[in-house]
């Protein structure tokens, strides 16, 4: 069983900066392929990011390529979501997940992840 933990959401300017923290439990952090995905209001899930377990290969929307960084810090077992420059469209809840080794990974689809978290409400004012 895996428990993830979202934080760092907040209430936030157009334009500004957040950063939100998954941190995960289990000894086998390191073996895990992580991803970010939104849900806004009336909207359906989206994904954000995405980053493998040997950090080699992220991923990313179009909408928040060149604006969001995934990182990962398997020391702390935690991964981060790095917001800049963020636009009233990126209001909604943020969820991390987590992806065990030994399947098939596809990184953009919620369906190939085991693990959730709770979410973490981002809320963007212009």
């Known amino acids: 069983q895996v428990v993830l933990v979202e934080s760092g959401g907040g209430l936030v300017q157009a334009g500004g900066s957040l950063r939100l923290s998954c941190a995960a439990s289990g000894r086998t952090f390191s073996s895990y392929d992580m991803g970010w995905f939104r849900q806004g209001s009336g909207k359906e899930r989206e994904f954000v990011a995405a980053?493998?377990?040997?950090?080699?290969?992220?991923y990313y929307a179009d909408s928040v390529k060149g604006r969001f960084t995934i990182s990962r810090d398997n020391a702390k077992n935690t991964a981060y979501l790095q917001m800049n420059s963020l636009k009233p469209e990126d209001t909604a809840v943020y969820y991390c997940a987590a992806h065990m080794d030994g399947s098939s990974w596809y990184p953009l689809s919620g369906a190939t992840y085991d693990y959730w978290g709770q979410g973490t409400q981002v809320t963007v004012s212009s």
């Open positions: 980053i493998s377990w040997s950090v080699v290969n992220t």
